[in-house]
Nanobody, 119 residues
C-alpha cells in the first residue's frame, strides 16, 4: 500500500527555518518526480518545488533562494528545507509523487503538515 507521511511542520517566527520531511512507503520511487505543494484555507493549491528522477529541480518564484528540495532514494524520503520564512508561507504543505514521465499528474499525495509563520 502506497503511503506518504509528512512531518516537520510547526510554528516559527518570520525569518526562521523549518525542514519538512516526507517518508514514502509501499513502492520504490526513484524513477518518479516528487514534489511539495501547499494550500491554505480559501486559497488555491500552489506547487512549491519539484525534484525529478535525475535530481533536476524547479521552484515557484516566491520561494527561490529560500527553499531547497532534497530526495534520498535509498531511504525513499523527500525533504524541503525552508529558510527565511515569511508569514505568507503559512500553509498546509503536502508531498506528492507524480506519474512517470513528468512532474504534473499526481499519482500519490500525503495528508500534509501545517506550517505557521508569525510576524
Amino acid at each position: 500500500q502506497v503511503q506518504l507521511m509528512e512531518s516537520g511542520g510547526g510554528s516559527v517566527q518570520a525569518g526562521g527555518s523549518l525542514r519538512l520531511s516526507c517518508a514514502a512507503s509501499g513502492y520504490t520511487y526513484s524513477q518518479f518526480c516528487m514534489g511539495w505543494v501547499r494550500q491554505g484555507p480559501g486559497k488555491e493549491r500552489e506547487g512549491v518545488a519539484t525534484i525529478d528522477s535525475d535530481y533536476s529541480t524547479t521552484y515557484t518564484d516566491s520561494v527561490k533562494g529560500r527553499f531547497t528540495i532534497y530526495r534520498d532514494n535509498t531511504k525513499n524520503t523527500l525533504d524541503l528545507q525552508m529558510n527565511s520564512l515569511k508569514p505568507d508561507d503559512t500553509e498546509m504543505y503536502h508531498c506528492e509523487i507524480y506519474a512517470l514521465g513528468g512532474c504534473e499528474r499526481i499519482a500519490w499525495g500525503g495528508q500534509g503538515t501545517q506550517v505557521t509563520v508569525s510576524s
